[in-house]
């Protein structure tokens, strides 16, 4: 992988399809680092890091974009999320050992995917997807036939240790172009995941789609970004109620807050639980320790 850690555009010049390209390295690696996940759960994550960094290509607004999987298998929960920086992260909740080999819709039976946009100004808005047989990337197919109606291609692939993800749709409020959705579409699916994850992506272009018209725009950068903070965590403890802090700080000493994203924990003491309540409270956001 000659392009890693960050996504570019595809755009095709006489067709009313857009696309994104994108590859994670050292952005796996981040991401996994302070975590013990067997190699089944790295490999599922490294995919809906691939596949948020592809979605935050639509992001248009200062928010987050947050994909999740839930099941009643011991993988209890997956997630995945990006903001408008294309700063990801990702976690997962286990219970007890899960399956070496299992697939991603193995991994979460009776499981579905919900997909969560967040801005910071407007509206929360929320998609569910069962997963009924498909993996993931046809999940995120469905998503967007059925809530936007934009036919969509979507190919994941992941190691483990890397990541990669291509997508293709159909450019909104344009001319229909079935046939060349079609062609381009068929074009797509002839990539193998090992070609995903290896081929830069000027090869990758011209291995598909040397007969068409298309070009890559300048690439984002894709980092690994954690947004707790402790001033984020003390306010966080807002809705636990003050009395009940008090008395947990009473029994402890303190509050301790562990972010499981990226293993930060966060110190409070009674002068914090007084500040966060008083009008004027505040904190300054230091005193993490790593």
């Known amino acids: 992988m000659s392009n890693p850690d960050q996504i570019q555009r595809i755009m095709f010049d006489e067709l009313d399809i857009r696309g994104v390209v994108s590859g994670l390295k050292q952005t796996c690696s981040d991401c996994f680092e302070n975590h013990d996940y067997p190699p089944v759960i790295k490999q599922v994550l490294g995919e809906m890091l691939a596949a948020v960094s592809l979605l935050s290509s639509n992001l248009k607004f200062e928010g987050r974009l947050i994909l999740q999987a839930q099941g009643q298998g011991n993988v209890r929960f997956l997630m995945a999320e990006t903001n408008q920086n294309r700063d990801v992260r990702a976690i997962a909740r286990l219970e007890g050992d899960v399956p070496d080999n299992a697939s991603f819709v193995e991994l979460l039976p009776q499981g579905?995917?919900?997909?969560?946009?967040?801005?910071?100004?407007?509206?929360?808005?929320?998609?569910?997807?069962?997963?009924?047989?498909?993996?993931?990337?046809?999940?995120?197919?469905?998503?967007?036939?059925?809530?936007?109606?934009?036919?969509?291609?979507?190919?994941?692939?992941?190691?483990?240790?890397?990541?990669a993800g291509l997508m293709l749709q159909v450019l909104p409020a344009e001319g229909s172009g079935?046939?060349?959705?079609?062609?381009?579409?068929?074009?797509?699916?002839?990539?193998?995941?090992?070609?995903?994850?290896?081929?830069?992506?000027?090869?990758?272009?011209?291995?598909?789609?040397?007969?068409?018209?298309?070009?890559?725009?300048?690439p984002d950068p894709v980092q690994f970004k954690c947004?707790?903070?402790?001033?984020?965590?003390?306010?966080?403890?807002?809705?636990?109620?003050?009395?009940?802090?008090?008395?947990?700080?009473?029994?402890?000493?303190?509050?301790?807050?562990?972010?499981?994203?990226?293993?930060?924990?966060?110190?409070?003491?009674?002068?914090?639980?007084?500040?966060?309540?008083?009008?004027?409270?505040?904190?300054?956001?230091?005193?993490?320790?790593?």
């Open 178 to 218: 079935q046939e060349d959705w079609e062609r381009i579409s068929l074009l797509a699916s002839t990539l193998k995941s090992v070609e995903l994850l290896e081929l830069d992506n000027e090869t990758l272009l011209f291995r598909l789609f040397h007969e068409e018209t298309c070009r890559l725009y300048e």
């Open 112 to 163: 579905q995917v919900v997909l969560t946009i967040e801005p910071e100004n407007g509206h929360r808005y929320q998609g569910v997807v069962p997963l009924d047989g498909e993996n993931l990337a046809k999940c995120l197919e469905r998503y967007f036939i059925s809530s936007e109606q934009l036919p969509t291609y979507v190919q994941l692939a992941s190691d483990g240790e890397m990541a």
């Open 227 to 290: 947004t707790c903070s402790r001033a984020r965590s003390l306010a966080s403890l807002k809705l636990v109620g003050k009395a009940e802090l008090e008395s947990l700080i009473e029994e402890e000493g303190q509050i301790d807050v562990h972010c499981q994203f990226c293993n930060s924990h966060y110190r409070f003491d009674l002068a914090d639980v007084d500040a966060l309540f008083s009008e004027s409270g505040h904190t300054d956001d230091s005193g993490n320790v790593h």
